[in-house]
């Protein structure tokens, strides 16, 4: 039987103190996806307790180059909390993170909640806005390894998000190009139609798997679409922006260390 609340635990505080930690399926090698997203509701719930505000959700694995750099095929989510939140040019402090990544994503704001029975236009229309984002990603389980259920229950390595000026949805976002770069060079560069083929089917999953486990999607909700290029490893003291193509630019700073 496994001990949901105390696998939630070590999770949490992995995340909260910096500190890696086992992959949970060293300890359970058939933790179950079902039981992996019970794990995570449950440390969901010690950051609510402890003040957190949910505001969303991120989609993970929707490209088939993060599906190759991590080993897994299967779509997951994730939730988003305020305490995620970055601003557009702010700094980002990496102590007290194991295994800091960066991707390219491209962010919706829903102005209404809709099911997984959703079709893509009612998808589309359920859309009040769209920017370009970035996502900081850290799993906290050793050596960066880990199963597809590891990551569900660590949040599917939710960190931060860096969200860019939002625009009206009414452009065409099935193929934007989308250049990440550090220092003004680019790390890596992709398309939004990498993800999933195209963003709003990763809309559409989210709406399908977040009510499959209870969560669903309201009004008012950020939703992460997912990756269009591999992540890149962080670094201290650089500069990191995204430029997508129709929808700008946008970015943010990693500190120094001390």
Do not use: C
């Amino acid at each position: 039987m496994v001990d949901v609340k105390a696998l939630a635990e070590i999770v949490d505080e992995a995340a909260r103190r910096g500190v890696a930690v086992a992959q949970l399926t060293d300890m359970y090698p058939a933790l179950s996806i079902e039981t992996a997203y019970a794990v995570q509701a449950e440390a969901i719930g010690r950051r609510l307790q402890r003040g957190e505000r949910r505001i969303g959700v991120k989609m993970g694995l929707t490209s088939r180059a993060k599906m190759q750099q991590v080993g897994v095929d299967e779509v997951i989510w994730g939730v988003l909390t305020d305490a995620m939140i970055l601003d557009d040019g702010e700094s980002l402090d990496l102590d007290g993170m194991i295994h800091p990544r960066v991707e390219p994503e491209i962010a919706f704001l829903l102005k209404k909640p809709f099911t997984g029975e959703a079709s893509a236009q009612w998808a589309a229309d359920a859309v009040e806005a769209v920017a370009p984002a970035l996502e900081i990603i850290d799993s906290r389980y050793q050596d960066f390894k880990f199963r597809v259920a590891d990551v569900v229950a660590d949040n599917s390595s939710a960190a931060g998000v860096v969200i860019g000026p939002w625009r009206k949805p009414d452009l065409d976002i099935a193929n934007l190009g989308m250049i990440l770069s550090f220092d003004g060079r680019p790390v890596q560069v992709g398309s939004s139609a990498a993800i999933l083929g195209h963003p709003l089917r990763a809309l559409l999953a989210a709406a399908r798997l977040t009510e499959r486990y209870g969560e669903g999607l309201k009004a008012g909700d950020i939703v992460l679409a997912g990756a269009s290029t591999a992540a890149e490893p962080l670094r201290p003291g650089v500069n990191v922006q995204l430029q997508v193509q129709n929808l700008g630019l946008m970015g943010f700073n990693t500190k120094e260390r001390k």
